[in-house]
């Protein structure tokens, strides 16, 4: 059967296994009768602009068709190159994809004039006759730039995920006012954990808290850190996952988080084992594997992978100190990172 003789009803739902834009601009080409399906089709697909002749070739059809922009869920700009052009024609665009139909903002590129940008998207965030009740992520690589973060509290109704450091009070005190927030990217870079603590008694519908960035400071023993939250810490249900990246993140941050959300069902630990200090390295360790031991009756399944036998040994050591903790390991030859995969399994 010729592709011109499909019935027409049938494209519709042809077109939702079409994954690009791209690919749904060819099939506008088809044919006249394709292009008044395909048109509307492409507009419900994720816009990705990553060159000046994408944003141009957008900015054009808008321009003509601006109705269809409102039809855009999920889109993402990109500026790797610094080009000054696709900046200018990225603010243009602004007016035209900001809707409220909006899912997905990703702003992945950095601009001399951020107030102009975000003040641009707060003007038309503001406008009474716009309502963005759909937009639940909005991320831009400015995490920590006022303006960035002014624009974000704009859309404190439906954001989902945020990124803070703890140290700053001024974006931590607006976070319970984030009613649907229920992932947090947490750079501990220059904060501690008193600071964390006060953060997350902000967040209370969590479901996943991402340690982005840290450094392996300590300042307690674990029984100093016991003790320091057993009076401060309060527990919470609701988080079922964390993860941890950067060179290794305190041991602290771990025994803070697994104290106050004790239903954690799953962790990702990505470290770097190619460090000076090895004895603080394994005694890390050992209190990343204790403060998961703490969490009985809860079984864990804890998988590592490294290509260095002294750190899967003392994981091993540390391990069979906890009946209530399984280890599988596999090594990834030249890896230059420890990666600890752990996961809840039921008990038999």
Not at 232 to 249: D, E
Not at 272 to 295: M, P, S, T
Request: hydrophobic share 40%; glycine share 2%; charged share 20%.
């Amino acid at each position: 059967m010729s592709t011109f003789k499909l019935p027409p009803e049938l494209l519709p739902t042809i077109f939702r296994f079409v994954d690009s834009t791209q690919q749904m601009a060819q099939c506008r080409l088809v044919s006249k009768s394709w292009n008044n399906f395909a048109e509307p089709a492409m507009f419900e697909k994720p816009f990705v602009i990553k060159t000046a002749n994408a944003a141009w070739s957008l900015y054009q059809h808008l321009y003509h068709k601006p109705s269809n922009g409102k039809k855009i869920k999920c889109f993402a700009f990109f500026n790797s190159k610094n080009c000054d052009i696709l900046t200018a024609l990225q603010l243009e665009l602004l007016q035209y994809v900001l809707n409220p139909n909006l899912e997905v903002v990703r702003l992945l590129f950095a601009t001399d004039d951020n107030d102009l940008f975000f003040n641009k998207v707060r003007k038309i965030a503001q406008n009474p006759l716009y309502k963005f009740k759909k937009l639940k992520v909005f991320q831009s690589i400015q995490f920590y730039d006022p303006a960035y973060q002014s624009t974000l509290i704009d859309f404190k109704e439906t954001i989902q995920q945020v990124r803070i450091k703890p140290s700053d009070n001024r974006f931590v005190n607006w976070l319970h006012r984030f009613k649907s927030l229920t992932v947090l990217e947490v750079d501990m870079s220059s904060s501690n954990v008193e600071q964390l603590n006060t953060a997350l008694s902000e967040c209370h519908s969590l479901q996943e808290i991402k340690v982005v960035r840290g450094m392996p400071t300590v300042s307690r023993t674990t029984r100093q850190l016991c003790s320091w939250a057993k009076r401060n810490v309060s527990t919470v249900k609701s988080v079922k996952k964390i993860s941890f990246s950067g060179i290794y993140p305190s041991s602290e941050v771990i025994e803070l988080l697994t104290i106050k959300y004790p239903q954690i069902e799953g962790a990702y630990v990505s470290l770097l084992y190619e460090v000076c200090d090895r004895q603080a390295y394994c005694e890390f360790i050992d209190r990343v594997i204790n403060a998961f031991g703490r969490l009985a009756p809860t079984i864990y399944q804890l998988k590592s992978t490294a290509g260095l036998t002294s750190v899967l040994e003392q994981i091993r050591v540390c391990g069979q100190r906890h009946s209530n903790l399984t280890i599988t390991e596999s090594l990834l030859p030249d890896s230059p990172r420890l990666l600890l995969q752990i996961a809840r399994v039921k008990a038999m």
